[in-house]
Nanobody, 115 residues
Framework: VQLVESGGGLVQAGDSLRLSCAAS????????LGWYRQAPGKQRELVAT???????QYADSVKGRFTISRENARNAIALQMNSLKPEDTAVYFC??????????WGQGTQVTVSS
């Protein structure tokens, strides 16, 4: 599965951004799709995931601000990020797991939030 992210950029605190990740395989064939992020000097961490059945999971730090959604027509997964904070600055990676739970990663997209 190939994953291609888009939508990153430089914004100010309080602004919004929408990330999108296009998959080379039908999203219906994937067990889960999600977003992770990695800030400089830190480990990669889960931001949000969406299971094929619709169940979602969010990191505590983004609950109420970020929303993950599947864009079926575009074969993609999106992450709507509102009320961005400087601590949200990181490289954001798209993640997919297939029915065998093999993981796939996108190349990452930079999100920078200035104070």
């Amino acid at each position: 599965v190939q994953l291609v992210e888009s939508g990153g950029g430089l914004v100010q605190a309080g602004d919004s951004l929408r990330l999108s990740c296009a998959a080379s395989r039908s999203v219906f064939s994937l067990a889960s799709l999600g977003w992770y992020r990695q800030a400089p000097g830190k480990q990669r961490e889960l931001v949000a995931t969406r299971m094929n059945g619709g169940k979602t999971q969010y990191a505590d730090s983004v609950k109420g601000r970020f929303t993950i959604s599947r864009e079926n027509a575009r074969n993609a997964i999106a992450l709507q990020m509102n009320s961005l904070k400087p601590e949200d600055t990181a490289v954001y990676f798209c993640n997919a797991k297939d029915s065998s739970l093999i993981e796939y990663w996108g190349q990452g997209t930079q999100v920078t939030v200035s104070s």
